[in-house]
């Protein structure tokens, strides 16, 4: 075995400005020094052997390539040599150890030993990124079982093990935050008033989607969840002012709108005092809806029909009313209310039902008498009007279907040429769909057969009538090829002389 030199330095502050001077300190004593090494040179020469490079530095050359050969070494001044085989094991435990000293703080999980031949072992683990072990809360000392720290309860923004439940959290009196007061409080969720500019903002939509969906019940609860407070007179105001710019469906909608929610959200009072304000309103509701007093006070006899205003209420308005357009509506009112109560007036149904919810047959019956009026009148705006006013435009092929009935079933041109250009003028102005005209055509043509047996020229009629609408543009070619004709029969009996068959046979 080689001894060792140990020099240990010792640090200590001198001097007035704290500077550092080191001693060196020699193990043993300096009258011994000579004596071993001495004794060391005589162990060397009794026991010949090669150098080892006994230091912990990495070596170039050929010790990284690993092969053998005399390295000579330099100790105490005398070159020595040694054996092949020793120095290479030496320098490859020495580099072990190196190498294993060096990665044990850092790698301390990729479970690398020392094999008995000294020789480094690596597991088949491969290394992790930096990034990797910086998120890794496994112990990085390499012990225990690789489990994360706290069972996975640790490390930032974790509030606990995975499915932890945690309890209600009990007061602790001698808490020197605790109050006794905190104990009995309510806490409950408190909606804002609306402004006049929040309300119209928040209500106006409502109304506008209960007219297109019907539901009244949707509508009071989504009133109910508002903090209306003083504003609740403002919603029948707000729905009878829309109601007022929109179509005759919306208007009865609106009527039972009211009806629903008087009693549920509204009171009898925020009704009166809604047609109050109403009244006061008509001056600048004019300006945009001419016929605006006549149809409120079609609202007022419908409020009162439905008892949500009390009968004594256009009474007592007489003598009080200096606007002209709130005295028109009040009359129009008290009319339709006496004409109840004598002429047995419906002011339930004063508005009428929308179009999709009227029977059929209430709906051929106005079709028929839309286009009777129209053949007496001739005014095709006013034939327009009306079958816009009906709301089906999907029923549109029934009055199709009817006018051309009506074309078969009369006698002369006249009525032939009114219809055409009343149909002409719907088709130009997109009131009735191509799709729907070709329906309506399509049907008399399906039937054609059970109206011959009332109408005997049906089929030559028919044809002349198809023929006139694809001069005029109304329907296409394809359409007017359709059209079914009546085939003509002859006798191929003896001394028929080939006659045709007469029309009255």
Request: hydrophobic residues 35%.
């Amino acid at each position: 075995m080689v001894p060792r030199f140990c020099f240990s330095v010792k640090k200590s502050r001198s001097g007035r400005d704290g500077s550092v001077v080191f001693f060196p300190l020699l193990c043993c004593k300096i009258t011994h020094f000579q004596t071993m090494a001495t004794d060391c040179e005589a162990w060397l020469n009794s026991n010949p052997v090669e150098a080892v490079d006994l230091s912990d530095s990495y070596q170039f050359g050929d010790e990284e390539n690993g092969l053998g050969g005399n390295i000579d070494d330099k100790i105490n001044g005398n070159w020595i040599s040694a054996p092949a085989g020793t120095v290479h094991e030496a320098r490859l435990k020495a580099k072990a150890k190196r190498r294993l000293r060096k990665n044990s703080s850092r790698d301390s999980g990729r479970g690398d030993s020392l094999s008995d031949n000294g020789d480094a072992v690596r597991s088949a683990a491969p290394p992790t990124s930096p990034k990797g072990r910086v998120l890794d809360r496994r112990s990085r000392l390499g012990k225990g079982r690789g489990l994360p720290k706290k069972g996975g309860a640790g490390g930032k923004g974790v509030w606990g093990t995975p499915g932890e439940v945690y309890d209600e959290e009990e007061v602790d009196v001698r808490d020197p935050n605790y109050d006794e007061d905190q104990e009995s409080c309510v806490y409950e969720t408190v909606v804002l008033p609306l402004d006049e500019e929040a309300f119209t903002k928040t209500v106006t939509p409502i109304v506008q989607e209960y007219f297109e969906h019907g539901d009244a019940n949707e509508v009071a609860e989504l009133l109910g969840e508002l903090n209306l407070s003083s504003m609740r007179s403002d919603v029948p105001l707000l729905a009878v002012s829309l109601a007022l710019e929109s179509k005759a469906s919306h208007r009865e909608l609106t009527s039972r709108l009211l009806s629903w929610l008087c009693g549920r959200v509204l009171t009898r009072s925020d009704i009166e005092n809604a047609f109050h304000k109403l009244l006061r309103e008509l001056p600048d509701l004019v300006l945009d809806t001419p016929t605006a007093p006549q149809l409120v006070g079609q609202f007022i006899a419908r409020a009162v029909t439905d008892q949500i205003l009390t009968k004594n209420y256009i009474e007592g308005y007489k003598g009080r009313v200096d606007c002209e357009h709130a005295r028109a509506a009040l009359d129009r009112a008290a009319v339709l209310l006496k004409m109840s109560r004598e002429a047995g007036l419906r002011i339930d149904n004063l508005w009428g039902s929308g179009g999709g919810q009227r029977p059929v047959n209430q709906l051929i019956k106005e079709v028929n008498l839309l286009l009777q009026e129209y053949v007496l009148s001739g005014d095709t705006v006013e034939a327009e009007r009306c079958l816009r006013e009906l709301e089906v435009p999907h029923f549109h092929h029934e009055f199709v279907y009817e006018a051309i009935i009506m074309v078969l079933e009369s006698k002369g041109d006249k009525t032939l040429q009114m219809i055409l250009k009343l149909l002409k003028s719907l088709f130009d102005s997109s009131v009735i769909t191509v799709d729907q005209m070709r329906r309506g055509y399509e049907r008399v043509y399906m039937d054609i057969v059970d109206i011959n047996i009332d109408v005997p020229c049906a089929y030559s009629i028919l044809e002349h009538f198809v023929d006139k609408s694809f001069s005029t543009g109304v329907i296409d070619a394809k359409l007017r090829d359709l059209c079914p004709c009546r085939g003509r029969k002859r006798f191929v009996s003896e001394g028929d002389g080939g006659r045709l068959k007469p029309e009255s046979y």
